[in-house]
């Protein structure tokens, strides 16, 4: 009689028929910076997660990269000033962005810079693209994305992330980056990026929101799937290098789907708004964190992620430290 159990008996045999093995190697850190000094402010709807000035989040990295955090994805919080309709300051070659990514790549050449390119959080209008008479402008936003991603791939960064989902915008980067010599720059696409309820606390780490209106026009409504591979097949075909699925939890069948369906590394997103459920949750005595939160990033990668852009990186290196 076959008895599955057989192979659950001891924590050796379990180890032998273990089939997801997920590493620090396949995590993401994501780091908020600010302009400034001395700066550690700890997003009160994300605890344990701070925004940094560039002095505290050098030391950040070093230590993150000790605990064998090896890629970081940069997301910055800028003030009022510095917004405008056209989202200028992106690519201004002294924005606080541009130079945290030469400071760690001249620190850390070891370190894997991901970036952010959207509009948002430098837009005064608080969207990913151009807004005109209260419509975003697809097509005139994609010289503004190209000429952030140019300036990003200069600063030194190893892979850009477009998570503005505006069409063919992969295709523009990757051009763009190909004509200024950046070949070798990747690009990790937000493909299947969904206009989630779970995106809270991020936008109050970058202050964020949108002036008016929402992302749905631009953002993937929750209820759909197989237009997840439409995103997907434009996506490889334009020369993405990685397609993500953003928020993770909620989305592991969209994760599965286009694992199966493409030959390139799958990312998936485990955002704030999950994180933060998670911390609730263990803060309040209702689970237990060592345990819940590994479990959680297991189904992620379990699903089909390659790797996992996730807040837990830290918290994940140090309990697998050995």
């Known amino acids: 009689m076959r008895r599955p159990r057989r ?17 620090v190697d396949q995590l993401i850190y994501p780091l908020f910076l600010v302009e400034g000094t001395n700066v550690k402010i700890e997003v009160s709807s994300l605890p344990g997660n701070f ?13 993150c990269l000790q605990l064998g955090i090896r890629t970081f994805v940069l997301f910055p919080a800028l003030e009022e000033s510095r917004k405008d309709k056209m989202a200028t300051h992106s690519y201004h070659p002294d924005n606080v962005y541009l130079k945290a990514i030469r400071q760690i790549k001249s620190r850390f ?16 209008d608080g969207h990913d693209g151009l807004v005109e008479n209260g419509e975003i402008l697809n097509d005139a936003t994609l010289p503004i994305l190209g000429k952030m991603a140019v300036a990003q791939a200069e600063a030194g960064a190893d892979i850009i992330g477009p998570s503005d989902m505006m069409d063919g915008r992969v295709g523009y980067i990757r051009e763009s980056l190909d004509e200024g010599g950046f070949t070798d720059v990747s690009i990790m696409s937000y493909t299947a990026k969904y206009a989630s309820a779970f995106y809270g606390p991020f ?5 964020s929101a949108p002036k008016a209106g929402d992302k749905k026009t631009y953002q993937m409504d929750p209820a759909n799937r197989r237009e997840a591979l439409i995103e997907a097949e434009l996506d490889y075909q334009e020369g993405a290098d990685y397609m993500m699925v953003k928020p993770a939890l909620c989305y592991l069948d969209i994760i599965y ?8 590394p799958i990312a998936a997103y485990n955002v704030s708004g999950e994180c933060a459920m998670l ?26 992620a390659d790797v996992i852009l996730t807040y837990f990186a830290k918290d994940f290196a140090k309990l697998n430290r050995t």
């Open 7 to 23: 192979n659950r008996k001891s924590a050796v045999i379990r180890e032998h028929m273990r089939e997801t093995r997920l590493t």
């Open 51 to 63: 925004r940094w000035s560039l002095d505290l989040l050098l030391k950040e990295v070093e230590e």
């Open 109 to 124: 050449p070891e370190a894997c810079i991901v970036t952010d390119v959207a509009m948002d959080p430098y837009s005064s």
């Open 203 to 207: 936008r109050d780490a970058l202050d």
């Open 257 to 264: 789907l286009l694992k199966e369906q493409f030959p390139i």
């Open 279 to 304: 911390t609730a949750a263990c803060q309040n005595g209702w689970l237990d964190f060592n345990q819940a939160m590994p479990e959680m990033l297991q189904s992620i990668h379990r699903a089909g």
